[in-house]
């Protein structure tokens, strides 16, 4: 299994109490994610977030209606979270998310680990889209953050 790495930094202009506390609202994952996913989360909203909730979330990627769940493997407030894929489109995803902070701001990091299934055919759509799509949506998410948060 070949596993990819996506790694983003961004500067929030906002203390990081309040940084997280955006983060560790599930439903501010809709607000960050590009319309052209139709992303949002499905069953019941967990109140707060903490290691083992589950999310579920639906979406359409390239058309093709999908239903993903995560679960926070790791929390730690006001540092960082992890979510795992445990139902989805990857043979694995794992997103950790860290905040520190630097004079009155924020540092976010993003570190997805991700890998495709079927073998090779999964490493042609990685380099056909896959990565591209990925690429795409963090783009899309640090603009949103910034607007959001600026």
Do not use: C
Request: net charge positive; proline share 6%; aromatic share 10%.
């Amino acid at each position: 299994m070949k596993v990819n790495l996506l790694e983003r930094e961004q500067r929030i202009a906002r203390p990081l109490v309040e940084v997280f506390e955006f983060f560790a609202r599930a439903s501010n994952l809709e607000r960050i994610t590009p319309p052209w996913l139709n992303f949002g989360l499905a069953g019941k909203q967990p109140s707060e977030l903490q290691a083992g909730t589950l999310l579920e979330y639906r979406l359409r990627v390239h058309g093709v209606p999908l239903r993903w769940v995560s679960q926070i493997e790791l929390w730690e407030p006001g540092r960082a979270f992890v979510d795992r894929q445990v139902r989805g489109p990857y043979r694995l995803s794992r997103h950790r998310h860290e905040f520190s902070p630097i004079d009155q701001d924020t540092i976010v990091r993003d570190q997805v680990h991700y890998a495709l299934p079927a073998g090779r055919i999964g490493e042609l759509a990685h380099a056909l889209f896959v990565r591209r799509d990925l690429e795409q949506i963090f783009d899309f998410r640090r603009q949103a953050v910034a607007r959001l948060l600026g």
